[in-house]
Protein backbone atom coordinates (compact mmCIF):
# COMPACT_ATOMS: atom_id res chain seq x y z
CA UNK A 1 0.00 0.00 0.00
CA UNK A 2 2.91 2.43 0.93
CA UNK A 3 4.70 1.91 -2.56
CA UNK A 4 1.13 2.75 -4.42
CA UNK A 5 0.77 5.94 -2.54
CA UNK A 6 4.90 6.76 -3.07
CA UNK A 7 3.73 6.39 -7.03
CA UNK A 8 0.72 8.17 -7.05
CA UNK A 9 2.17 11.42 -4.78
CA UNK A 10 4.07 12.39 -7.77
CA UNK A 11 1.65 12.44 -10.21
CA UNK A 12 -0.87 13.95 -7.80
CA UNK A 13 1.47 16.93 -7.32
CA UNK A 14 2.27 17.19 -11.06
CA UNK A 15 -0.99 17.58 -12.03
CA UNK A 16 -1.95 19.55 -9.10
CA UNK A 17 1.00 22.10 -10.51
CA UNK A 18 -0.44 22.18 -13.93
CA UNK A 19 -3.82 22.74 -12.90
CA UNK A 20 -2.18 25.41 -10.01
CA UNK A 21 -0.28 27.16 -13.25
CA UNK A 22 -3.56 27.10 -16.10
CA UNK A 23 -5.68 28.62 -12.73
CA UNK A 24 -3.14 31.60 -12.66
CA UNK A 25 -2.33 31.96 -15.97
CA UNK A 26 -3.62 34.89 -16.48
CA UNK A 27 -1.82 38.08 -17.27
CA UNK A 28 -3.49 40.59 -14.82
CA UNK A 29 -2.05 44.43 -15.02
CA UNK A 30 -2.43 45.12 -11.10
CA UNK A 31 -0.49 41.73 -10.18
CA UNK A 32 2.28 42.43 -12.32
CA UNK A 33 5.44 44.40 -10.30
CA UNK A 34 6.19 48.08 -11.52
CA UNK A 35 9.12 47.19 -13.25
CA UNK A 36 7.45 45.00 -15.99
CA UNK A 37 4.54 47.20 -16.04
CA UNK A 38 5.14 49.62 -19.32
CA UNK A 39 4.64 48.12 -22.39
CA UNK A 40 2.52 45.31 -21.27
CA UNK A 41 -0.68 43.89 -22.57
CA UNK A 42 -2.97 41.76 -20.16
CA UNK A 43 -4.88 38.78 -20.88
CA UNK A 44 -7.83 41.10 -21.90
CA UNK A 45 -5.78 42.61 -25.00
CA UNK A 46 -5.86 46.02 -22.74
CA UNK A 47 -2.69 47.56 -22.40
CA UNK A 48 -0.64 48.11 -18.79
CA UNK A 49 0.07 51.60 -17.68
CA UNK A 50 2.16 52.68 -14.75
CA UNK A 51 0.72 55.29 -12.49
CA UNK A 52 1.78 57.19 -9.21
CA UNK A 53 0.13 56.74 -6.19
CA UNK A 54 1.08 58.87 -3.30
CA UNK A 55 1.49 56.58 0.06
CA UNK A 56 2.28 57.88 3.55
CA UNK A 57 5.34 60.44 2.48
CA UNK A 58 6.70 58.41 -0.67
CA UNK A 59 5.76 58.10 -4.15
CA UNK A 60 4.89 54.60 -4.79
CA UNK A 61 4.43 53.61 -8.48
CA UNK A 62 1.28 50.66 -9.18
CA UNK A 63 0.26 48.63 -12.24
CA UNK A 64 -3.61 49.40 -13.74
CA UNK A 65 -5.26 48.50 -16.55
CA UNK A 66 -5.76 51.19 -19.23
CA UNK A 67 -9.19 51.63 -21.69
CA UNK A 68 -6.48 50.97 -24.78
CA UNK A 69 -7.29 47.40 -27.02
CA UNK A 70 -4.38 46.40 -28.50
CA UNK A 71 -5.63 44.40 -31.66
CA UNK A 72 -3.92 40.90 -32.16
CA UNK A 73 -1.97 40.62 -28.85
CA UNK A 74 -2.91 39.85 -25.65
CA UNK A 75 -0.52 38.24 -22.33
CA UNK A 76 2.41 40.07 -23.49
CA UNK A 77 5.16 41.47 -21.24
CA UNK A 78 7.47 43.62 -23.52
CA UNK A 79 11.03 42.20 -23.70
CA UNK A 80 14.12 44.15 -22.38
CA UNK A 81 15.64 43.73 -25.88
CA UNK A 82 12.80 45.66 -27.26
CA UNK A 83 13.06 48.45 -24.85
CA UNK A 84 16.58 48.97 -24.94
CA UNK A 85 16.64 49.00 -29.06
CA UNK A 86 13.33 51.55 -28.95
CA UNK A 87 14.48 53.70 -26.50
CA UNK A 88 11.77 53.55 -24.20
CA UNK A 89 12.09 53.63 -20.53
CA UNK A 90 9.63 51.03 -18.40
CA UNK A 91 9.83 53.60 -15.52
CA UNK A 92 7.79 56.12 -17.63
CA UNK A 93 4.08 57.54 -16.09
CA UNK A 94 1.94 57.87 -19.05
CA UNK A 95 3.51 57.78 -22.18
CA UNK A 96 3.41 61.11 -24.86
CA UNK A 97 3.35 61.66 -28.70
CA UNK A 98 5.87 64.69 -27.46
CA UNK A 99 8.27 62.54 -27.34
CA UNK A 100 8.28 61.90 -30.99
CA UNK A 101 9.54 65.57 -31.53
CA UNK A 102 12.82 63.98 -30.02
CA UNK A 103 15.30 62.95 -33.39
CA UNK A 104 16.70 60.59 -30.87
CA UNK A 105 13.38 59.02 -29.73
CA UNK A 106 12.31 58.59 -33.37
CA UNK A 107 15.55 57.50 -34.80
CA UNK A 108 15.47 54.56 -31.87
CA UNK A 109 12.06 53.79 -32.61
CA UNK A 110 12.78 53.72 -36.53
CA UNK A 111 15.43 51.47 -36.08
CA UNK A 112 15.22 48.41 -37.53
CA UNK A 113 16.06 46.31 -34.49
CA UNK A 114 13.43 48.27 -32.60
CA UNK A 115 10.44 48.59 -36.17
CA UNK A 116 10.92 45.47 -37.37
CA UNK A 117 11.12 43.40 -34.16
CA UNK A 118 9.19 45.19 -31.72
CA UNK A 119 5.58 45.18 -32.70
CA UNK A 120 3.60 46.50 -29.28
CA UNK A 121 5.44 49.48 -28.62
CA UNK A 122 5.47 50.00 -32.95
CA UNK A 123 2.00 49.63 -32.79
CA UNK A 124 1.86 51.71 -29.12
CA UNK A 125 3.87 54.85 -31.13
CA UNK A 126 2.03 54.68 -34.46
CA UNK A 127 -1.39 55.07 -32.44
CA UNK A 128 0.25 58.02 -30.33
CA UNK A 129 1.97 59.39 -34.18
CA UNK A 130 -1.81 58.33 -35.51
CA UNK A 131 -3.60 60.85 -32.99
CA UNK A 132 -0.86 63.78 -33.82
CA UNK A 133 -2.00 63.38 -37.51
CA UNK A 134 0.94 61.59 -38.29
CA UNK A 135 1.72 58.23 -39.74
CA UNK A 136 4.76 56.78 -38.39
CA UNK A 137 6.04 54.63 -41.12
CA UNK A 138 5.98 58.30 -42.95
CA UNK A 139 7.98 59.81 -39.90
CA UNK A 140 10.25 56.49 -40.08
CA UNK A 141 11.21 57.37 -43.70
CA UNK A 142 11.93 60.89 -43.02
CA UNK A 143 14.08 60.10 -40.70
CA UNK A 144 16.20 57.69 -42.80
CA UNK A 145 16.03 60.32 -45.29
CA UNK A 146 16.67 63.41 -43.22
CA UNK A 147 16.68 63.28 -39.40
CA UNK A 148 17.11 66.40 -38.57
CA UNK A 149 14.04 67.61 -40.30
CA UNK A 150 11.89 64.64 -39.96
CA UNK A 151 9.01 65.69 -37.50
CA UNK A 152 9.23 69.29 -38.48
CA UNK A 153 8.61 68.64 -41.86
CA UNK A 154 5.83 66.31 -41.44
CA UNK A 155 3.80 68.66 -38.96
CA UNK A 156 4.40 71.52 -41.83
CA UNK A 157 3.23 69.75 -44.40
CA UNK A 158 1.69 66.68 -43.72
CA UNK A 159 -0.75 68.03 -41.04
CA UNK A 160 -3.92 70.09 -41.70
CA UNK A 161 -5.62 72.15 -39.23
CA UNK A 162 -8.90 71.42 -38.00
CA UNK A 163 -11.66 74.48 -39.77
CA UNK A 164 -12.74 76.66 -36.33
CA UNK A 165 -16.82 76.54 -35.63
CA UNK A 166 -19.01 77.64 -37.69
CA UNK A 167 -20.62 81.15 -36.47
CA UNK A 168 -23.67 82.12 -37.51
CA UNK A 169 -23.87 86.14 -38.71
CA UNK A 170 -26.85 87.53 -35.98
CA UNK A 171 -27.86 90.19 -38.72
CA UNK A 172 -28.16 88.07 -41.83
CA UNK A 173 -27.98 84.74 -40.02
CA UNK A 174 -25.53 83.67 -42.65
CA UNK A 175 -23.25 81.26 -41.35
CA UNK A 176 -19.36 81.78 -41.96
CA UNK A 177 -16.38 80.14 -40.60
CA UNK A 178 -14.75 81.77 -37.44
CA UNK A 179 -11.15 82.07 -38.38
CA UNK A 180 -8.49 79.45 -36.94
CA UNK A 181 -5.27 80.26 -35.33
CA UNK A 182 -2.29 78.89 -36.44
CA UNK A 183 -1.07 78.03 -39.84
CA UNK A 184 -3.39 78.05 -42.57
CA UNK A 185 -2.99 74.03 -44.23
CA UNK A 186 -0.54 73.23 -47.16
CA UNK A 187 -2.26 73.01 -50.57
CA UNK A 188 -2.82 69.42 -51.67
Known sequence: MASSFSTKLPLALFLSSLFL??????LVCED???NVCAF???SSGK????????GEGSVEYQCRTSEVVVEGISEYIETDQCV??????????GISSDALLEP???????????YQKCPNIVDLYSNLAAGEGVSLPDLCERQRTNPRRAMSELLS????VAPGPVVTDQ????????????PAPAPL
Open 171 to 182: YSGAATSAPTSG
Open 40 to 42: AIA
Open 84 to 93: KACGVDRKAV
Open 32 to 34: LPS
Open 157 to 160: SGST
Open 21 to 26: HAAIAE
Open 47 to 54: RCLLETAV
Open 104 to 114: QVTAKLCSPDC
